[in-house]
């Protein structure tokens, strides 16, 4: 048996709540800087199947735009305008709060070179950080633990994610599936630790349920009542545990990373109507998130990032939809981001010969930031490069 598969054992639990019903009183929250690198978390939110990044973050001046996308362009006067070129797609407006506060970064022209437009293969590119003729076993989070991040500190769970079936840039760490924290708490009983001895094959399957024994503990705790709405939807489900996540680590060596996901945004036909209703569920979703860490005390130390395998193509296709293309921008929110809009718009009279955009900022820049400037570890060893970090946060 493989440990994902193990892991994956208390995943699909819904069993009875183990946490208590009341808030406890340090949460009761003033906002609390991170006292350390390991004290941050990130939560990564994939934007599964490929989003179109010209309708979430509108070039509504451009002409082009309007040309390539006779009918499924964002109409100038519902735009949510950011500046005197970009807006926002209208079903975002529940991100304008993050804006005015100067907490919410756009990275514009997000891709790599020789992009590979399969869903599967692209996606394990972003999730490993390798390039596109490698492939590597572990994810880039576990890399960054590998190069250093908590090194003096032994995390219950290096990640949690929640709501998939694959760890995807947390392979190779020591990280859990689960879709609520209560029923895997209630699930991991029957986890017994010990003491890894016997065949590699029983050492093995002993240190991975000693793993899942002692993710419970973290995550066991009193059950934070939150004032916090959250969505009536599957991405509201998830950014609620991410908070009863987030809210079971005080005073723990806790979980440093949380993924989520959202999608599909593989909108091939009949794409406006799919994205609207996605891109709602995600700005309702980020809203939510940050009042419920606001609540914790935990927001100034807490970075959002979402990630997808591609973007999309600049001309619409036949279907009202449009194909996987090269380049997206991408969200980065928190209490110690520097809002506003990174790298250069995409250039739409500038395709390349299988018509498609031209990237400008490489996916592992991001990763090199989050490496350096959130987790204090030589990004080097991490994104396996030099790759310019983007200057999004606070320093």
């Known amino acids: ?134 492939y590597l076993a572990d994810g ?28 995807g840039p947390l392979a190779g760490a020591r990280a859990v599936t689960l879709y609520n924290p209560e029923a895997f708490v209630n699930q991991a009983r029957f986890a017994m630790p010990g003491h890894a001895s016997g065949n590699p094959a029983l050492q093995h399957l002993l240190r991975v349920e000693n793993d899942v024994s002692e993710a419970a503990q973290a995550l066991r705790g009193e059950k934070f009542a939150f004032a916090t709405e959250f969505p009536a939807n599957g991405f509201g ?55 419920s860490l606001t609540e914790l005390g935990a927001w100034d130390r807490t970075l959002v990032m979402t990630f997808s395998e591609f973007g999309r193509r600049a001309r619409q296709n036949q279907s009202n939809g449009t194909d996987h293309g090269t380049v997206a921008p991408h969200f980065v929110a928190g209490g110690a981001v520097r809002g506003g809009l990174y790298g250069p718009a995409p250039e739409l009279t500038r395709l390349d010969g299988t018509q498609n955009l031209y990237y400008s900022t490489d996916f592992r820049q991001l990763y090199a930031t989050v490496a350096r400037d959130w987790w204090g570890v030589n990004p080097d060893n991490v994104v396996r490069g030099r790759f310019e970090p983007v200057g999004f946060l606070r320093t």
Not at 7 to 24: E, Q
Not at 78 to 101: C, F, N, T, Y
Not at 157 to 163: D, N, P, Q, W
């Open 140 to 167: 880039w989070v576990a890399r960054a633990m590998k190069a250093g991040y908590g090194r003096d500190v032994h995390f219950a769970a290096e990640g949690v994610l929640i709501g998939l079936n694959d760890f």
């Open 1 to 134: 048996m493989k440990r994902r598969d193990v892991l994956n054992l208390f995943s699909s639990a819904t069993g009875a709540a183990l946490l208590g019903t009341h808030a406890p009183g340090w949460a009761q929250a003033v906002q609390q800087r991170a006292t350390g690198a390991t004290d941050r978390i990130l939560v990564l939110i994939e934007l599964k199947g490929g989003n179109d990044g010209l309708n979430m973050v509108v070039p509504y001046t451009d002409d082009t735009y309007y040309q390539l996308r006779s009918s499924i362009a964002i109409a100038r006067d519902s735009v949510i305008r950011i500046d005197s070129r970009m807006g926002l797609h209208p079903d975002l407006q529940a991100l304008v709060p993050l804006w005015e506060k100067d907490e919410l970064a756009i990275v514009q022209g997000v891709g790599y070179p020789q992009a590979n437009l399969s869903h599967f293969r692209s996606i394990e590119i972003w999730e490993t950080a390798s390039r596109s003729g490698e």
């Open 237 to 291: 489900s998830s950014v609620r545990a991410a908070a009863q996540v987030v809210a079971t680590q005080r005073g723990k060596a806790g979980v440093p990373v949380i993924v989520l996901t959202l999608g599909s945004f593989d909108t091939h036909q009949g794409q406006l109507g799919i994205q609207a209703g996605l891109l709602r569920q995600l700005g309702e979703g980020l809203a939510a998130l940050r009042s």
